[in-house]
């Protein structure tokens, strides 16, 4: 997992991101969008995308996947 500052023509421009629709929580609007990335999966705020992303390996965004829908 590598955390990516914004810097400006860092992020690809073909990525497209995508709000999960289960990200609210309570009035707290906790929310993250994911986009494809050349090399994997990327996941950053909604609401402060210009702070940068987390790129995850495909494997890695799986297990991330399975550990937040076991609760963990």
């Known amino acids: 997992m ?3 500052q914004a810097v400006p023509g860092a992020i690809p ?3 497209k991101w ?3 629709s ?3 929580v309570g009035d707290d609007k906790v929310c993250v969008e ?4 050349p090399r994997g999966v990327g996941v950053r705020d909604s609401k402060a995308p210009e702070s940068g992303y987390l790129s995850l390996t495909a494997g890695q ?3 991330l996947i399975g550990q937040i829908k ?3």
């Open 70 to 72: 076991h609760g963990r």
């Open 34 to 37: 994911v986009g494809r990335l």
């Open 2 to 4: 590598r955390h990516h």
């Open 22 to 24: 289960r990200s609210a």
């Open 61 to 63: 965004f799986t297990r």
């Open 18 to 20: 995508r709000k999960s």
């Open 13 to 15: 421009v073909n990525v």
